[in-house]
């Protein structure tokens, strides 16, 4: 009878011990930091490209020849525009989550 008591308070205090060990171990874990550094994110390059130059009307240019080139000229504006717009809602979408991190 008092082998098996015996048994069972070793067993016991060896269950406590390997608890505390484990528990222990799980919480030093815990308890390294690591540091994070956050990168702000690269813009695509598509938007950062340069708007190109508008043409320029000749001086001996027809009215054919003027009419072309305000379409050309409005196309690239509007192109340019969009793109530019693009990239200042890119850019604070990304201001934003990058904020949000920290």
Do not use: R
């Not at 082998?3 to 205090?13: H, M, V």
């Not at 390997?18 to 030093?28: L, R, W």
């Not at 390059?45 to 050309?72: G, H, R, W």
Request: aromatic share 12%.
């Amino acid at each position: 009878m008092k082998d098996i008591e015996k048994q069972q308070k070793i067993s016991t205090l060896l269950f406590v011990i390997i608890t505390a060990i484990f528990f222990i171990a799980m919480f030093s874990g815990c308890s390294t930091t690591v540091p994070v550094t956050a990168k702000f994110p690269v813009a695509p390059v598509t938007l950062l490209e340069k708007c190109p130059t508008l043409q320029k009307v000749n001086e001996d240019a027809k009215l054919s020849d003027i009419s072309k080139t305000i379409t050309v000229n409005y196309t690239t504006y509007y192109e340019c525009a969009v793109k530019h717009d693009a990239f200042i809602d890119w850019y604070q979408v990304q201001k934003n989550i990058f904020e949000s991190i920290k």
